[in-house]
């Protein structure tokens, strides 16, 4: 028998794994924010220092939000943490735009690429905050668009950035864009810890990423 969640689409088991699977990632998250800054420290330069914690921070909001929205069971602070959530997702890609624009591409290509993303993020954020109305189209429209601004400047960043570095870049954008897949086919139970499992993936890629080819980047 499916026992459902008040004020939720999703059974308690499956928002117990939910909960669980992004608890598991908040502490990754943690840890990684924890290793990013100690070698960005010992590596010198404050692009390095700030775009690692800013990458970090936006990882620890976006799990922190998530396992949080999934565990609460009051209809009225789950509506409010969803909206924290999805906001969490807009700063998560925005996040990691940022040590690449900072560190690798630097110069005209970087602040452009920084700015846009930014100025587009903080856009999604306050729709996301201040509009009663969800569009799920919409919204995955705009997540897949702005995680693949990247490539407007993808010739500069294969230049900026090793190639296993790119391909990391790249596996990892695939993996969120591939679990959207699950996130949206919602006969499927557990769909939505599925989808979980791919932005897991996503954000180590990423964050493999930062850590080797941006903070231990040679000056």
Known sequence: MRIAVVGSEYSVG???????SHGFGLLLAVAGLVVLE???????????????AVFGSALILLYLASTLYHASQRPRVKDILRRLDHSAIYLLIAGTYTPFALVNLRGP???TLFGLVWGLGLIGVL????????CQTLELALYLGLGWLALVAIKPLAHALPTPGLLLLVIGGLAYSVGVVF???RRLP???AIWHVFVLAG???HFFAVLFYTVLRPA
């Open 38 to 52: 100690v070698f960005a420290a010992l590596h010198g330069g404050a692009a390095r220092i700030v775009s690692a």
């Open 127 to 134: 729709r996301e905050l201040l509009t009663r109305s969800s």
């Open 183 to 185: 996130y949206v086919w």
């Open 14 to 20: 499956e928002e117990i794994a939910h909960a669980v």
């Open 109 to 111: 290509w970087g602040w």
């Open 203 to 205: 954000s180590a890629c």
């Open 190 to 192: 557990y769909h939505h």
